[in-house]
């Protein structure tokens, strides 16, 4: 079935280096999302991609989905305490019935200030 | 509005006991989902609707069941309860297909 891989699982910076967590799908995905889940809380939405090649941003976020629509990156520029937290990509599943997102394991982001 | 409502926030079982999570949502969302998440292991689907009247299992429903009797309303049930159920349940919904989930809070479960 398809599979959403989140590499790395965890990482931990320094207050003000950057993160990137990559997400790569073993099938084409229409669409790719970014959620963001706090300690003990819950998701949140984040953002969707659409096109091959689109890059948003978001103040310090970037998003990027890859030219194949199989790949997809976040980046945060100079990260901050308030960036802790899982982030999670997710793509609809492909074949039969569209109507369920797959999410990858997430990466956990830990931040010393 | 208020989103996505789960009831409880925490609860704790013994094996073999049953008991309903309560979803309920404010939005006018047809579709609902139900998603268990393990240190480490991402959300895993165990139910999902898309519209009331209809249910379909997702990666995990063994041991859960559903009802979607209305837009607003999508319970969980859980029958005989194991220690393998002891999970952090999200109850979500969108209105449109595959786009921008809301989650609600959570329900923390232990069963032991």
């Known amino acids: 079935g398809q599979q959403v891989m989140q590499i790395p699982q965890y990482q931990h910076v320094q207050e003000g280096e950057d993160f990137t967590t990559y997400c790569n799908s073993s099938t084409t995905l229409s669409n790719i999302q970014w959620y963001k889940q706090r300690p003990g809380g819950h998701p949140v939405f984040l953002i969707q991609?659409?096109?091959?090649?689109e890059v948003k941003k978001q103040k310090r976020l970037t998003f990027q989905f890859g030219e194949a629509k199989k790949n997809s990156s976040l980046h945060i520029t100079a990260t901050q305490t308030t960036d802790v937290g899982t982030y999670f990509c997710a793509g609809p599943r492909s074949g039969g019935s569209n109507y369920k997102l797959t999410f990858g394991k997430g990466t956990l982001l830990t931040v010393n200030p | 509005n208020a989103g996505v409502t789960q009831t409880p926030k925490f609860r704790i079982l013994k094996i073999g006991q049953s008991m309903t999570l309560q979803c309920t949502q404010d939005m006018n969302h047809n579709y609902m989902y139900w998603y268990r998440q393990d240190p480490g292991m991402g959300l895993k689907l165990i139910y999902y609707?898309?519209?009331?009247?209809?249910?379909d299992k997702g990666e995990v429903p063994n041991g859960y069941n559903v009802s979607r009797s209305t837009t607003e309303d999508f319970p969980l049930r859980l029958e005989l309860a194991a220690p393998s159920q002891t999970s952090v349940y999200f109850c979500?919904?969108?209105?449109?297909?595959?786009?921008?989930?809301?989650f609600g809070s959570g329900t923390r479960l232990t069963v032991v």
């Open positions: 979500a919904s969108t209105g449109v297909i595959n786009y921008g989930y809301t």
């Open positions: 609707s898309v519209g009331a009247g209809i249910t």
């Open positions: 991609l659409v096109k091959s090649g």
